[in-house]
């Protein structure tokens, strides 16, 4: 079964409004979490990471919140604009030795409309 | 310039070839990972190396084989392709320490075609 799993193939949020992407995890070894955004063509890069002795982090516009009892988080971006239309992929994996063997949810496509 | 290389950006392939996928990057990182992306299923690990001749297998690894001789590269091999490993084929790396050390840089990617 997907052990990570993001629920929502598709969100659209009007510019300026808050957009939400959700991802659950079935692994409660799980220890490091991540959103990572990717345009079409182009490869994915990281936006925002936490490990899991936190359950917040902030980033600008960015704020990651983890729900460890729940094997939850969420990437909450603020002020959403045009330019964050993207397919955004939440990742979670167990530190191995420093090493992280990241499972991908399936995605969420972002839309941001003016 | 950090950076992690993939050739070629685009294959195609008939049933039955072989199929080398190559990758590079220049940031002596230790850890090397190839995902494939297919529509609905996100990013599926095939195969991770920790380092020169220490792989292993991801969620995916049937009709996958790799090979990483030398630290900066790291290249995937399908030995009699398949129509469905028709995809687009990541290669990324991690630095494996310090603060970022899960953090994964992705090339640009390889779309394959296996007709």
């Known amino acids: 079964g997907q052990q990570v799993k993001q629920s929502s193939p598709s969100l659209t949020v009007q510019e300026g409004g808050i957009s939400i992407l959700n991802c659950d995890y079935e692994?409660?070894?799980?220890?490091?979490f991540a959103w990572y955004k990717k345009y079409p063509d182009n490869s994915p890069t990281l936006l925002i990471s936490v490990r899991s002795n936190v359950d917040k982090r902030e980033d600008g516009r960015l704020t990651v919140f983890l729900n460890k009892s729940g094997k939850h988080f969420s990437l909450h971006i603020t002020a959403s604009q045009p330019e964050d239309t993207a397919v955004y992929l939440c990742?979670?994996?167990?530190?191995?030795?420093?090493?992280?063997?990241?499972?991908f949810g399936e995605g969420t496509k972002l839309t941001v409309s003016s | 310039d950090m950076k992690v290389t993939q050739m070629p950006r685009y294959l195609i392939k008939r049933m039955g070839e072989n199929v080398l996928l190559e990758c590079g990057q220049d940031m002596s990182h230790e850890t090397m990972y190839w995902y494939r992306q297919d529509p609905g299923l996100g990013l599926q690990l095939i195969y991770i190396s920790y380092d020169v001749d220490s792989n292993s297998e991801g969620d995916i690894p049937k009709g996958y084989r790799v090979s990483r001789k030398k630290r900066e590269h790291f290249s995937l091999i399908l030995d009699s392709a398949k129509t469905n490993q028709t995809s687009v084929y990541f290669c990324?790396?991690?630095?494996?320490?310090?603060?970022?050390?899960?953090?994964?840089?992705f090339g640009s990617g390889t779309r394959l075609t296996v007709l």
């Open positions: 990324a790396s991690s630095p494996g320490t310090g603060e970022s050390a899960e953090t994964l840089y």
């Open positions: 692994n409660d070894m799980f220890d490091y």
């Open positions: 990742a979670a994996g167990a530190n191995q030795g420093g090493s992280a063997k990241l499972i």
